[in-house]
């Protein structure tokens, strides 16, 4: 069992950033893929981005490629994600999740926890 905890939303201006932090407890993240995804208000949780256990196979969004980034620390037992240039269509509730498979991917199913989720709201 793992239990997930995003951190690191906010109310920020367009054009500026903010970087997620999603916290593992329970077991040791090294042996999941991890991805985050998003809900904006009336619409449905996307994909955002993912990356392998080892640091690999790292995928995007096309909205969010060449502005996020997405990162682990797996000593640390916490990825992140690194949104720079945000605009106020990122708005949305950030969820992090673990996979028990290599490749996480960009399909819901294939995770098998799930955080809260933290708010991040772009301003014009």
């Known amino acids: 069992q793992v239990q997930l905890v995003e951190s690191g939303g906010g109310l920020v201006q367009a054009g500026g950033s903010l970087r997620l932090s999603c916290a593992a407890s329970g077991r040791t993240l090294n042996i999941y893929s991890m991805g985050w995804f998003r809900q904006a208000p009336g619409k449905e949780r996307e994909f955002v981005a993912t990356i392998g256990w080892s640091g690999g196979d790292i995928y995007y969004a096309d909205s969010v490629k060449g502005r996020f980034t997405i990162s682990r620390d797996n000593a640390k037992n916490t990825v992140y994600l690194q949104m720079n240039s945000l605009r106020p269509e990122d708005t949305a509730v950030y969820s992090c999740?673990?996979?028990?498979?290599?490749?996480?991917?960009?399909?819901?199913?294939?995770?098998?926890?799930w955080g809260q989720g933290t708010q991040v709201i772009v301003s014009s």
């Open positions: 999740a673990a996979s028990r498979l290599r490749v996480g991917g960009t399909g819901q199913n294939r995770y098998d926890y």
